[in-house]
């Protein structure tokens, strides 16, 4: 396990190597209040930036700050202390098999291709996009992230634009709905006759229902916990039916497709609403498709005869010729990433030199300041002295540091090479102010580390 910090961590479990069953506990209970809840409990001291994008196929966190491997599988495993799944709880063992974790640019570069849709189910789908940034929102109106964060963001969200727009990656997009769709068709040859409930009325159930009705589906219904919002997506839609969601389970047995698409941590139809099922079906076919995470459906009710249940993560080889069409709108989409990647890098790093160079002026300026007024009082005093002595003084304490590190051939630790590394190595910047006229010089000229407590590496 490493226990460097990083500025960025992208770590989570999505359908490619994790079940739906842990992946819906994990949403279910990983909202960020408790997220929030569990950073505080754990590290009191330190403020942890991040975002929490869960969707039907991922479950992920963005730390920003000092994070490491230890911080992530600390908070996983908090999360997995409330959770049903069969997980060994003594263990991070198994939760290490299931997570994936990116550092830094890696990290950055993992963001952009998951708001982009390059490692989604649906290959391309859209909705991921909006999704992320209702994450980012969230966390941002509740001051779950602050300065670190955002341009981290905001740079991904304009690459995704571009992706949008330079590539063909969304072109005739195929979306979870769709793909829905797809696998009722092996059982269903058409839906002009088949009766059709769908749980829930919010985007996913909007765009799932567009695509039953263009399959010519004709009897449709809409059933959701408020009845108004069923209503409103029944009237947007025009050949649809609300349904109040009771009377929709207790009815279960008339529709011969069934597709949930709803929010909330509870199942909708439990298997102790299917005693009679099978009976009242009279041996006719009926498939149910669960899009939900958490999902919506029992699983226990797929041992029923004649009864057809799939979940989100059965769509994964439905889209598999899905992924094969769009794969060479993916690689160009790669390339804009990659490219936006490393621009976004070159520009953070100009910034930090940058910084460090204005740190290094007032630094500089501190130490002159210092020094040649502590030579004016002398002369003031009647001292007769050279004006070599003053540049001599200024000079020593320019390069004492430097002259120490030389003196102990100390190596630098950073694998980087650019001035500002170098700046902040040699003068410790980042303990230099930007404005040194708002504090006391004498307590800011020689601030540099203790050398009893560097860590160096002599040859």
Same mark, same amino acid.
């Given at each position: 396990m490493t226990t460097a910090n990083h500025f960025f961590t992208y770590c989570g479990v999505h359908y490619k190597t994790c079940p739906v069953e842990l992946r819906e506990e994990w949403a279910s209970i990983g909202t960020p209040e408790k997220i929030n809840e569990i950073l505080k409990n754990l590290f009191p001291s330190i403020f942890i930036e991040f975002v929490v994008i869960s969707t039907c196929n991922r479950f992920d966190i963005c730390f920003f700050g000092n994070v490491n491997e230890n911080h992530v599988i600390q908070v996983f495993s908090e999360l997995n202390k409330e959770t049903k799944f069969n997980i060994n709880k003594s263990t991070t063992n198994h939760i290490n098999n299931y997570l994936n974790i990116f550092y830094d640019a890696n990290a950055i570069r993992h963001l952009f291709k998951v708001t982009a849709s390059l490692d989604s189910l649906v290959l391309g789908e859209p909705q991921i996009l909006g999704q992320v940034k209702n994450a980012y929102l969230k966390s941002t109106e509740f001051g779950y992230v602050q300065s670190l964060a955002g341009p981290i963001f905001n740079r991904c969200f304009r690459t995704v634009k571009k992706i949008r727009t330079e590539t063909d990656i969304g072109k005739n997009g195929i979306s979870i709905g769709h793909a829905s769709?797809?696998?009722?068709?092996?059982?269903?040859?058409?839906?002009?006759?088949?009766?059709?409930?769908?749980?829930?009325?919010?985007?996913m159930s909007r765009i799932t229902a567009q695509h039953l009705l263009f399959s010519k589906a004709k009897s449709l219904f809409i059933a959701n916990r408020t009845f108004a919002k069923a209503e409103k997506l029944a009237l947007e839609l025009g050949q649809a039916w609300p349904l109040e969601l009771e009377d929709a389970v207790q009815?279960?047995?008339?529709?011969?497709?069934?597709?949930?698409?709803? !929010?909330?941590? #509870?199942?909708?139809? #439990?298997?102790?609403?299917?005693?009679?099922? !099978?009976?009242?079906?009279?041996?006719?076919?009926?498939?149910?498709?669960?899009?939900?995470v958490p999902r919506k459906i029992d699983p226990d009710i797929s041992s029923l005869d004649n009864l057809f249940l799939f979940n989100v993560d059965d769509l994964d080889l439905v889209m598999e010729k899905n992924r094969e069409s769009r794969k060479s709108a993916a690689l160009l989409a790669e390339k804009i990433i990659e490219s936006e990647v490393q621009d976004y890098l070159i520009t953070t790093k100009q910034k930090e030199n940058l910084a460090n160079v204005g740190r290094l002026h007032s630094w500089v300026k501190n130490v002159v300041d210092y020094e040649v007024t502590r030579y004016i009082r002398d002369i003031n005093n009647g001292k007769k002295i050279d004006s070599n002595v003053i540049s001599d003084a200024v000079a020593k304490k320019l390069v004492s540091y430097a002259a120490y590190l030389a003196k102990n051939n100390i190596k630098i630790e950073t694998e980087e090479s650019t001035v500002g590394d170098l700046l902040e190595f040699l003068f410790h910047l980042s303990e230099q102010p930007l404005l040194p006229e708002n504090i006391q010089k004498e307590d800011n000229v020689?601030?540099?580390?203790?050398?009893?407590k560097m860590n160096t590496r002599n040859n």
């Open positions: 769709i797809d696998i009722i068709s092996r059982v269903f040859d058409n839906f002009e006759d088949k009766k059709i409930v769908l749980f829930g009325a919010g985007e009815r279960i047995h008339e529709f011969d497709i069934c597709i949930a698409a709803a !929010s909330g941590n #509870q199942y909708l139809i #439990q298997k102790n609403h299917m005693k009679e099922y !099978s009976k009242k079906r009279y041996g006719k076919l009926s498939v149910m498709v669960d899009i939900s020689f601030k540099f580390p203790i050398k009893n």
